[in-house]
Nanobody, 124 residues
Framework: QVQLVESGGGLVQAGGSLRLSCAAS????????MGWFRQAPGKEREFVAA????????NYADSVKDRFTISRDYVKNTINLRMNSLKPEDTAAYYC?????????????????WGQGTQVTVSS
């Protein structure tokens, strides 16, 4: 069982920046991709960004491309999400996720493990 623990988040004004981190622990013999999803009130959980374990390459949702940067530390088994130029529509609960198969369709059901979530609120 992989455990994911997020940190960071909080309240920021529009145009500001925040950094989220996620630490993974548990079995590491089977590699997994790691990424972030978010869920705003009344909306479905949506893909934000992910790092592919095998290549280290990153994928982003169009809505955050060029504003967010995801990175992975393979030694510490953590991922970070640097969020710049934040907008009120970025307000959501952000969830760290791990997937053995990867998010080929960027759907939440492709995730195998979830963190507890951390709130990001962007004021206008």
């Amino acid at each position: 069982q992989v455990q994911l623990v997020e940190s960071g988040g909080g309240l920021v004004q529009a145009g500001g920046s925040l950094r989220l981190s996620c630490a993974a622990s548990g079995p590491t013999a089977r590699p997994y991709d790691m990424g972030w999803f978010r869920q705003a009130p009344g909306k479905e959980r949506e893909f934000v960004a992910a790092v592919i374990w095998s290549s280290g390459s990153a994928n982003y949702a169009d809505s955050v491309k060029d504003r967010f940067t995801i990175s992975r530390d393979y030694v510490k088994n953590t991922i970070n999400l640097r969020m710049n130029s934040l907008k009120p529509e970025d307000t959501a609960a952000y969830y760290c996720a791990a997937s053995y198969r990867g998010w080929t369709t960027r759907a939440e059901y492709e995730s195998d493990y979830w963190g507890q979530g951390t709130q990001v609120t962007v004021s206008s």
